[in-house]
């Protein structure tokens, strides 16, 4: 696997962090995507799936914060063939960015990744899912703040669960940080995709990822 590439942070993204939280975030995709900021159904294209996926192909499931920056960070990893961000962990049906954002769905936000195990394992992902941002926040990535934007391993089957919770004690023990992991580590929910202008937000628009290291 091939080393992530750090990308620089725009004048723009820069002030778009500094002020922090959800609800600036969607006043700015909203102002950029008009049209699309209220387009719920088209967020079940891919029937709970997505397209064009591999044979071999397997799911993971992280939250590290802000969706659009960790999407970008496992978008840029060798053997991941496709990423979705969206809503999951929480009780609410069909839950809008406005919903999550107000807090009470219980959901974060959240990437489901899709990857070759032929060329990456699941292990490395959730080593890269750790290198990607701070695991010592409670609800809170940098300037964001709040439940949606919690540290959370959703895994998929029981090897899935055990490898996590290996590595994140393994993580714990070794002195890498500070403090305390609160990483959850809980079985997948119904993940609900995000509304179209969220996804590959950074590819689409030009603008800088707000992932925070």
Partial sequence: ??????????VAAAMLLAAGGCSDRQESTAMANPRESNQRNER????????GRPANAQDATFAAGCFWGVEDA?????GVTATEVGYTGGEAPEPTYEQVC???TGHAEAVRV??????ISYEQLVERFFAIHDPTQLNRQGPDYGAQ????????????RTTAEALRDRLGESGRFKRAIVTQIAPAKEFYRAEEYHQQYREKTGTATCRVR
Avoid: N
């Fill in 44 to 51: 079940r294209e891919a029937s709970g799936r997505l397209a």
């Fill in 102 to 104: 107000a807090g009470g």
């Fill in 74 to 78: 496992f978008r840029a990893t060798e």
């Fill in 1 to 10: 696997m091939h080393a992530f590439t750090h990308r620089a942070t725009l």
């Fill in 149 to 160: 934007y919690r540290s959370a391993i959703f895994y998929h089957d029981d090897a899935q």
């Fill in 114 to 119: 899709e990857f070759d195990p032929a060329v």
